[in-house]
């Protein structure tokens, strides 16, 4: 029997293959990592011991990180096809070598703070940050962001958090956004839709926090320009 080599996953059971692919999904569509409860639901679990134990798996096999003291805080270190890759690549030396890619690192600009609370500061520093390459599927419109505020929390985002962001200037409704308003900086969900109070048929552009000391931002959309939706979090212990 071969060794595996240093760094290289183990293989996958098809249906650890299948929630692997779930919290990639699921982080790629919402810009953060689901819940126990989300996966639970999504599977159809009868306890959260089967989230639980899926998670172990997973983790033991080199594919995600989840600090169990968090929300929302499932890293993933390896995609569901890096098994794959690498048994193409061990195949011959005509091979293209995924799994170097995979097991490779980044740098992506660090333009500044970004708000999680009222916006802070403009997307203008010159810095940068190290990051897993399996983390951003589009390296060239991808940028990173310093959280500050508290205004995120219940959505696994703190103080001191950096954020991914691939850059578009259109988001849907429920989107995670970080979005400027006269040229200062906010992460929040993006809504668009009627205020509260006002005719209905005006639709304003609602910034909601994840945080029940804090109250959604309405803006009019002309006020609100939309830089990226977040795909990813890294945090330091």
């Given amino acids: 029997m071969s060794k595996r080599s240093a760094g290289s996953p ?12 779930f919290i990639q999904n699921f982080q ?12 639970r639901t999504h599977f159809g679990f009868a ?5 639980q134990n899926y998670l172990k798996q997973l983790r033991a096999k080199g594919y995600i990180k989840n600090p169990s003291n968090q929300k929302r805080a499932i890293q993933v270190l390896h995609p569901a ?17 995924l799994l170097q890619s995979n097991e ?15 916006p802070i500061e403009s997307l203008n520093h010159n ?61 929040k969900r993006f809504y668009l839709q009627p205020p509260p109070r006002g005719n209905p048929d005006d639709l ?6 994840a945080n029940q000391n804090h109250q959604s931002i309405w803006y009019s959309p002309h006020e609100v320009n939309i830089q990226g939706i ?5 945090r330091s212990f």
């Fill in 47 to 51: 306890s959260f011991n089967s989230v």
């Fill in 127 to 187: 810095e940068f940050v190290t990051i897993p390459s399996p983390m951003v599927r589009y390296p060239d419109k991808t940028f990173a962001l310093k959280v500050q505020g508290d205004s995120m929390i219940d959505e696994g985002i703190w103080s001191g958090d950096t954020i991914l962001v691939q850059k578009q200037a259109t988001a849907y409704n429920g989107s995670l956004v970080v979005a400027t308003i006269e040229d200062e900086a906010t992460v």
């Fill in 81 to 97: 096809n890096s098994l794959l890759s690498h048994i193409d690549k061990s195949a011959g030396p005509s091979q293209p070598s």
């Fill in 28 to 39: 790629t569509s919402s810009g953060i990592s689901p819940s126990y409860q989300e996966i």
């Fill in 204 to 209: 304003m552009v609602e910034l909601r926090p």
């Fill in 230 to 234: 977040v795909v990813g979090l890294l």
């Fill in 10 to 21: 183990l293989p996958l059971s098809a249906k650890e293959k299948t929630v692997l692919e």
């Fill in 104 to 118: 490779g690192v980044l740098l992506l600009p660090l333009l500044g703070k970004v708000a999680a609370g009222k």
